[in-house]
T-cell receptor, first 116, second 112 residues
């Protein structure tokens, strides 16, 4: 399996612009997670989905952030408008409940976002 | 709520030294416990896990034992290599939703 795929790997944008991060989970996984990692705050869970349905978005920092999962093989995290404090590495992870590797999350390589 | 506390780094060691990273947790039920490792510029990778009390997880020379009585899951390796330089995260999973609670991470630097 190719693992969790994220794109782009690096994104540099200017304040006020819309940013869209993309994630393709491992085929057959029914949970998808979006995390943000910064030096100051460490690793934060933003939102997670089960079977394409958002289950917990309590970690989404504000209304500028939105996430969708239109189907089992694709998810997006959108920031509009972006601000310099959104600069971070954003990770996507997926897992499969009820299988041999249940409750183990597999992480993508991350998207490094820089907002100028 | 659930929480994970791990020792702050950085931890600097010489090659072939013994490594211990302490991790303690707070949970209302019976969580599964994990160690994830993050190499520079990469995402997190599962290093090892344990799903019930007294279980020992092991991988790549690393070990950790699930100690319910002390609510701990300390990571150990007997002889570290330069390639073990990374950030190590302790985590727990309790809910059926596979949601992980992470510790703050411990940076380990192994010098030749």
């Amino acid at each position: 399996d190719a693992g969790v795929i994220q794109s782009p790997r690096h994104e540099v944008t200017e304040m006020g612009q819309e940013v869209t991060l993309r994630c393709k989970p491992i085929s057959g996984h029914d949970y998808l997670f979006w995390y943000r990692q910064t030096m100051m705050r460490g690793l934060e869970l933003l939102i997670y989905f089960n079977n394409n349905v958002p289950i917990d978005d309590s970690g989404m920092p504000e209304d500028r952030f939105s996430a969708k999962m239109p189907n089992a093989s694709f998810s997006t995290l959108k920031i509009q408008p972006s601000e310099p404090r959104d600069s971070a590495v954003y990770f996507c992870a997926s897992s499969a409940w009820g299988r041999e590797t249940q409750d183990t999350q597999y992480f993508g390589p991350g998207t490094r976002l820089t907002v100028l | 709520g659930n929480s994970v506390t791990q020792m702050e780094g950085p931890v600097t060691l010489s090659e072939e030294a013994f490594l211990t990273i302490n991790c303690t947790y707070t949970a209302t039920g019976y969580p599964s416990l994990f160690w994830y490792v993050q190499y520079p510029g990469e995402g997190l990778q599962l290093l090892l896990k344990a799903t019930k009390a007294d279980d020992k997880g092991s991988n790549k020379g690393f070990e950790a034992t699930y100690r319910k009585e002390t609510t701990s899951f300390h990571l150990e390796k007997g002889s570290v290599q330069v390639s073990d330089s990374a950030v190590y995260f302790c985590a727990l999973s309790e809910a059926a939703g596979n949601k992980l609670t992470f510790g703050g991470g411990t940076r380990v630097l192994v010098k030749p």
